[in-house]
């Protein structure tokens, strides 16, 4: 019991420098004198930080109120550090570092409960041993900003804590998803008549329905007797294609290797003729070609596929044309930019993720299926104990049956409440900065003699891919030489960039292109300042390598 | 311009009966006064609620402080009323009414903005307007409840707003995750030199990995050649197992058909004997069987399956056991109940959900695997741009490779942080409640005349199956009649308890049994007096029929 109140007042001392806190322990200590236990002292003290006295227990609204409000202050705290330049990206620790805990933030986990400061206290450090993925000068990822509209839906579908399966449990939900999905679907250009859909835990697995619901499109006995019963199916995708088209058909059992990879322009295109030499190859091997994935907007180089001509390969030769629209849908937004992804209407499913371009927080990733009805055929088993026939409202809503998952997440509130808070034309805005953005990298990057681009062409997207040359290589002739060594700069530069956390961007090779840094706009809080001092601190990182 | 100025004006009377919104529009009006619109009255009245003046834009502090005030204030009231008996369980309205419009909230989106006030009208119906899984009350899922600590977490891991994919975006989230995977590995049993895992989105996808790990196992090649290269497998399942196996059965390829049913008895526990005659049957039928799912918690009747006989089966034929105890993994947490989960040490992979008898917000299930690295080798493809292996930290904690999704939600964080606030003893106490919840329910039931229990044993798990016997029928003997017509009581007593709002219970028909009411008990905020209740309301609903 000592010990225990010693670790009680560590905690109480570090809580003392944390905002409001006293506030806190005031009124919970006045709330638990006159209510509760004016005689127990200890009881006080230990009552005090009891997460037991939390609603739903009686009287906890007090006590609930305080903590949530507490954390509020954190939250709204971290929230207005992310979006200020003179605060850090990230405030990097090893793993081991971490682990072994670092000023009194512990991972390990107890038989014994917290008390609530020391919880307020780790909700603290969680988010200060992160990454704000939110900071202008986050380039790391695709998915990156801060929506306060966004972050507000998603505290209220976390409140509201239900799921999608179905109209029963989620009403107002279930509805909104059917709003939405028909707006991304005449936007994609389908008629009203067309277009069915489901919100999806990513990308990777809206990708994977699409060749789910292709596969059973054309053999529709799959679903009970499984790939034995079928012909050795082959799938198309560009070189420059997500990962996910492979991975989806080893899960699905149709084998990676009977994903054939297809080869791409300079740019980082499908060359359409390369597409249907691939079609006949594999038709002569004994494959059955039956899906072919068009990408808008690749991971890397952000080039968008020939649609068009895709489509008309495709519809010659009888294949379920899919785009993976995850990180370009977001262009369709644009006046401006939509005309890149011409074409997209004559695909039978498009995969569009919302938290990518248009910046909603993760996660919220569409599956868009032309085909209506396709989707519930495909997945339906029926259970009775969910989806009852005998219901006495509309049992059509309850489309939990269409999905591979059965409890599913609530992804598309968040995204209905932006959607409200900006219009489409909101959102059209926040896209054609972000490519303002990336055209002036480009501009700069063309500018300086310590940058290389990767390929010499305006950005289609808003990614941006380039070398840094440092003054040892500049001199240098091409070749295998300067190759090995500029392969080691982009690691060596993220790596002290991590370390003094002022500033992230993502790097790979591609193909036979050693390491490059490949910069993404998704982020509306970034401006040229920010693309300046990013070069700079590249070029003052990497300096004497 | 004079439309729209119409609008503000119709949603600023409206808003005028929520709490604090005129101290919010008065601060607003202040600080735009003070600051920016000195002069210009018109822009004031535009900016005051536009969403573009929050964070990031400069300036925005004041603005996303109220806005996010606003909100949390009426997700505080939401949290407070769902734990009163006194408010409903739900408002019920038909989909058409919603779509429509009720009292101008209205579902569609258009091209341009609303103002902030909306938002946060939108907001409060769209908690108005849904159903109270968090009411003592709410019956109907094995989700329930609302636990303030776990929306605290969720409201948090929003705000962090970043993914699973690597440790350089999320560097304590992936050690969290590592944390709890290895406490749970040690609940299940396992010695610290195994177990391995993830967190997924929702235990039908839990399930899936299993299968997807198992074929694996068995048959490495499957995942470069397809189920084409492997003979015809057959799995097995029980008959009151989730529909899970037999879907992700269909998704995979392995074709439902060859999900082999094995039958259970009275109380709905798999029969050993069954599952040893259904696998040498399939045997002769040349399929080849790999994988026995036994599930732990049924989803109806809360059937634990005998595992130890169970594993001594897949022992003797060399297959993968995988125990589904989405449901029943909480009891696990309990010194009193964990031993109905007996054997499933033996397991080589395990669901389980937090979601559910833990009462983590949704959503939060774990995939466990017995073998370490399997997960890994299983789904990996090593994608250069995500997965660099020439970091600067140690690259094992990039654990977005073992995952059939990309990116990931992080699931983790409220889990945890429940685990803080009450130690391992505070989930045993929650579980012990709910299980003595159901007793009480049991009992109460046993000594009614106007219900009738579906099977006369002392509840397993939380769920207790029942119908309700109206006068109409009380007399009437055993027989098809009979059934048909108390087949449509429950049915027609959820409709009515719908429209009324009062309590929501689920029903379903099982095998030869008509439709009968499940109740399960998840939420530790429910007491003996909502038992009464729920069977005096049903008893007053139903009394008519």
Same mark, same amino acid.
């Given at each position: 019991?000592?010990?225990?109140?010693?670790?009680?007042?560590?905690?109480?001392?570090?809580?003392?420098?944390?905002?409001?806190?006293?506030?806190?322990?005031?009124?919970?200590?006045?709330?638990?004198?006159?209510i509760?236990?004016?005689?127990?002292?200890?009881?006080?003290?230990?009552?005090?930080?009891n997460?037991?006295?939390?609603?739903?227990?009686?009287?906890?609204?007090?006590?609930?109120?305080?903590?949530?409000?507490?954390?509020?202050?954190?939250?709204?705290g971290?929230?207005?550090?992310?979006?200020?330049?003179?605060?850090?990206?990230?405030?990097?620790h090893?793993?081991?570092?971490?682990?072994?805990g670092?000023?009194g933030?512990?991972?390990?986990?107890? %038989?014994?409960?917290?008390?609530?400061?020391q919880?307020?206290?780790?909700?603290?450090?969680?988010?200060?041993?992160?990454?704000?993925?939110?900071?202008?000068?986050?380039?790391?990822?695709?998915?990156?900003?801060? %929506?306060?509209?966004?972050?507000?839906?998603?505290?209220?579908?976390?409140?509201a804590?239900?799921?999608?399966?179905?109209?029963?449990?989620?009403?107002?939900?279930?509805? @909104?998803e059917?709003?939405?999905?028909?707006?991304?679907?005449?936007?994609?250009?389908?008629?009203?008549?067309?277009?069915?859909?489901?919100?999806c835990?990513?990308?990777t697995i809206?990708?994977?329905?699409?060749?789910?619901?292709?596969?059973?499109?054309?053999?529709?006995?799959?679903?009970?007797?499984? +790939?034995?019963?079928?012909?050795r199916?082959?799938?198309f995708?560009?070189?420059h294609s997500?990962?996910?088209? *492979?991975?989806s058909?080893?899960?699905?059992?149709?084998?990676?290797?009977?994903?054939?990879?297809?080869?791409?322009?300079?740019?980082?295109?499908?060359?359409?003729?390369?597409?249907?030499?691939?079609?006949?190859?594999?038709?002569?091997?004994?494959?059955?070609?039956?899906?072919?994935?068009?990408?808008?907007g690749?991971?890397?180089?952000?080039?968008?596929?020939?649609?068009?001509?895709?489509?008309?390969i495709?519809? *010659?030769?009888?294949?379920w044309?899919?785009?993976?629209?995850?990180?370009?849908?977001?262009?369709? +937004?644009?006046?401006?930019?939509?005309?890149?992804?011409?074409?997209i209407?004559?695909?039978?499913?498009?995969?569009?993720?919302?938290?990518?371009? +248009?910046?909603?927080?993760?996660?919220?990733?569409a599956?868009?299926?032309?085909?209506?009805?396709?989707?519930?055929?495909?997945?339906?088993?029926g259970?009775?104990?969910?989806?009852?026939?005998?219901?006495?409202?509309?049992?059509?809503?309850?489309?939990?049956d269409?999905?591979?998952?059965?409890?599913?997440?609530?992804?598309?509130?968040?995204?209905?409440? @932006?959607? *409200?808070?900006?219009?489409?034309?909101g959102?059209?805005?926040?896209?054609?900065?972000?490519?303002?953005?990336?055209?002036?990298?480009?501009?700069?990057?063309q500018r300086?003699?310590?940058?290389?681009?990767?390929?010499?062409?305006?950005?289609?997207?808003?990614?941006?891919?380039?070398?840094?040359?440092?003054?040892?290589?500049r001199? @240098?002739?091409?070749?295998?030489?300067?190759?090995s060594?500029?392969?080691?700069?982009?690691?060596?530069?993220?790596g002290?960039?991590?370390?003094?956390?002022?500033?992230?961007?993502?790097?790979?090779?591609?193909?036979?292109?050693?390491?490059?840094?490949?910069?993404?706009?998704?982020?509306p809080?970034?401006?040229?300042?920010?693309?300046?001092?990013?070069? %700079?601190?590249?070029?003052?990182?990497?300096? %004497?390598?």
């Open positions: 019991a000592l010990k225990k109140k010693q670790t009680n007042k560590k905690t109480l001392v570090k809580c003392s420098g944390m905002k409001h806190s006293e506030d806190m322990k005031a009124r919970v200590v006045k709330y638990f004198t006159q509760r236990c004016e005689t127990n002292k200890y009881l006080l003290a230990h009552v005090l930080n997460s037991y006295y939390l609603l739903p227990a009686s009287g906890g609204e007090e006590m609930t109120r305080g903590f949530l409000q507490e954390l509020v202050n954190i939250l709204f971290y929230i207005s550090k992310t979006s200020q330049r003179s605060t850090k990206v990230l405030d990097f090893h793993p081991h570092q971490l682990k072994e670092l000023e933030f512990s991972l390990d986990l107890s %038989d014994q409960p917290e008390t609530l400061e919880i307020l206290v780790d909700c603290r450090d969680t988010l200060k041993y992160g990454v704000s993925t939110g900071h202008p000068r986050f380039f790391n990822q695709l998915s990156s900003g801060l %929506d306060v509209i966004g972050v507000a839906g998603e505290w209220l579908t976390s409140t804590n239900t799921n999608m399966f179905t109209y029963e449990v989620s009403p107002v939900f279930i509805l @909104m059917e709003v939405l999905l028909r707006k991304m679907q005449s936007i994609v250009g389908w008629s009203d008549e067309e277009g069915d859909g489901l919100f835990p990513g990308g809206s990708n994977l329905y699409s060749i789910l619901v292709a596969r059973y499109h054309f053999y529709p006995e799959v679903k009970t007797k499984g +790939m034995g019963a079928l012909p199916l082959a799938l995708t560009s070189e997500h990962y996910s088209v *492979k991975k058909a080893a899960v699905l059992g149709l084998g990676s290797e009977n994903v054939v990879v297809v080869k791409c322009d300079e740019r980082g295109k499908m060359i359409p003729g390369e597409l249907e030499i691939s079609i006949i190859t594999a038709q002569k091997k004994g494959l059955v070609p039956f899906y072919v994935n068009a990408t808008a690749t991971t890397v180089y952000g080039a968008f596929d020939p649609l068009c001509a895709i489509a008309d495709c519809d *010659k030769h009888t294949l044309m899919h785009v993976d629209a995850a990180w370009g849908g977001g262009l369709m +937004m644009s006046d401006r930019h939509r005309m890149k992804l011409g074409g209407e004559r695909a039978w499913s498009v995969t569009w993720n919302p938290h990518k371009m +248009m910046g909603v927080p993760l996660q919220c990733s599956i868009l299926v032309r085909k209506r009805g396709l989707l519930q055929k495909c997945n339906e088993l259970a009775e104990y969910l989806f009852q026939r005998d219901k006495h409202y509309e049992v059509s809503y309850d489309t939990g269409k999905s591979i998952q059965c409890g599913r997440h609530v992804d598309v509130f968040k995204f209905w409440l @932006m959607w *409200k808070a900006k219009g489409s034309e959102f059209g805005s926040q896209v054609n900065k972000c490519l303002e953005n990336a055209e002036y990298l480009y501009d700069q990057l300086r003699a310590d940058f290389q681009l990767v390929f010499g062409h305006k950005p289609e997207h808003s990614n941006v891919c380039f070398w840094y040359i440092p003054p040892s290589l001199g @240098m002739p091409p070749g295998p030489e300067r190759d060594k500029l392969h080691q700069v982009a690691p060596r530069i993220k002290r960039m991590m370390e003094k956390g002022s500033v992230l961007i993502g790097y790979q090779p591609l193909g036979t292109r050693v390491n490059f840094f490949r910069c993404v706009f998704s982020n809080a970034t401006q040229q300042e920010d693309i300046d001092f990013l070069l %700079d601190e590249i070029s003052c990182l990497g300096h %004497d390598l």
